[in-house]
């Protein structure tokens, strides 16, 4: 099944999922990894209000996997980003950075440990298997790396837990917050986490045989029936709202982890060995220049979120620039995350924004603007 207007072409791929999106009502698509995303559901602050009061069901499958296995895989992943993994354990999950010898930031994927010596990069929009590939010629270990038939979904949203009970049974509750597990679902093999890209309580759901696409997709469409889940898309609004990042939007390859506030993210001190050691370890003795802030701006409620970045000024002189800006209907506010000169990011700053909608005033507020604690997406 294909829409005649979508224009879509070979050289881009199609999700697993995707006649069913098209089915459900899929009205758009954006290009990520390669590969074609339905972004359009109809109405985003619907999808948003669907996301936070029942449930969504968001094909993610552009989340590519790198995957990295052979005797020295531990090894190599630790090799690829500054997050200390020795605790890490088979069947955890870990949100890390890629980093490369400049300690800019290459990807912000989450880390799947599968087995002693199998690991996924659940990947956002950047190529790092080419990145892990080229890592990996010289560094006299022993590892295979590729790109799996491997495409997730993401359930999301409080009905979320009922709904994976329903198809997967009571134990599934036991999945603890950023922890999976491989399962079965009437012969269609999955790996579930308890994650996402949403700061909801939420699953994501691995495929691991392309073939079976519609049909997963159409099993847990007919398990949420009774408890709202609806068809959507990655929430713009909420993932602001839970200063989550967007790559290429609010960090790319001349970003690093400490302009972001990843400190956490990033374990110098450890006995470990990374790309971009050396270099984070000068950025960090030197002090940073910008910093991410959040900003609230005093306008009407913006139409949509920003598809360029807005020049931020104070006194008639660029002080930064605005990465992600969105009205979001819960807060009534329009709220933004924003790279700014360090010497600007007190809180209550003021300065002006230069959108494509005209010139107002914001000001600069604590981040996350909704659950900084993340007590939905984590509290069972």
């Known amino acids: 099944m294909s829409n005649k207007n979508f224009g879509f072409g070979t050289q881009i791929r199609k999700s697993p999922y995707f ?85 800019g930031i290459l990807n912000d ?94 699953y994501e759901i691995y495929l691991r045989d392309g073939s079976k696409g519609n049909e997963l997709y159409e099993k847990i469409m007919e398990a949420g029936k009774t408890h709202g889940l609806q068809p959507g898309h990655t929430s713009s609004i909420r993932r602001i709202e839970g200063g989550m990042l967007s790559y290429h939007a609010d960090a790319n390859i001349n970003t690093n982890p400490f302009e972001l506030g990843l400190d956490r993210l990033v374990n110098l001190d450890a006995d470990i060995n990374f790309v971009g050691k050396d270099a984070l370890k000068k950025i960090k003795q030197d002090g940073i220049k910008r910093k991410q802030i959040g900003i609230e701006i005093d306008c009407e409620p ?11 000024q104070k006194d008639n002189k660029i002080i930064g620039k605005v990465t992600s800006a969105v009205y979001s209907p819960r807060l009534k506010k329009n709220i933004a995350l924003a790279m700014v000169e360090i010497q600007q990011t007190e809180i209550g700053n003021k300065f002006e924004v230069i959108s494509n909608e005209g010139k107002f005033n914001c000001t600069v507020v604590e981040k996350p603007f909704y659950d900084p604690k993340k007590k939905i997406a984590s509290s069972s």
């Open 302 to 312: 913006l139409k949509g979120p920003n598809t360029t970045f807005w020049e931020l």
């Open 109 to 202: 994927p989450v880390l799947l440990r599968l087995a002693e010596n199998h690991f996924w990069l659940s990947l956002a929009d950047s190529d790092v298997l080419l990145w892990a590939q080229g890592v990996a010629v010289n560094s006299g270990l022993n590892v295979q790396i590729k790109e799996p038939d491997v495409s997730p979904l993401q359930l999301q949203g409080p009905n979320s837990g009922e709904i994976m009970v329903k198809l997967f049974g009571e134990g599934i509750r036991e999945l603890k917050y950023y922890w999976l597990r491989e399962c079965d679902l009437d012969g269609i093999p999955l790996i579930v986490s308890r994650t996402g890209w949403s700061s909801e309580l939420g």
């Open 19 to 103: 006649d069913s999106t098209v089915k459900w009502g899929a009205k758009g698509f954006s290009v990520y990894n390669h590969m074609y995303i339905p972004r359009d559901f109809g109405n985003p602050e619907q999808n948003f209000w669907n996301l936070i009061q029942t449930a969504i069901l968001c094909d993610v499958a552009v989340e590519r996997q790198v995957e990295i296995t052979g005797p020295d895989a531990y090894k190599f992943i630790q090799l690829l980003t500054p997050r200390d993994l020795s605790k890490l354990a088979i069947g955890q999950c870990k949100y890390v950075l890629i980093t490369n010898n400049d300690g």
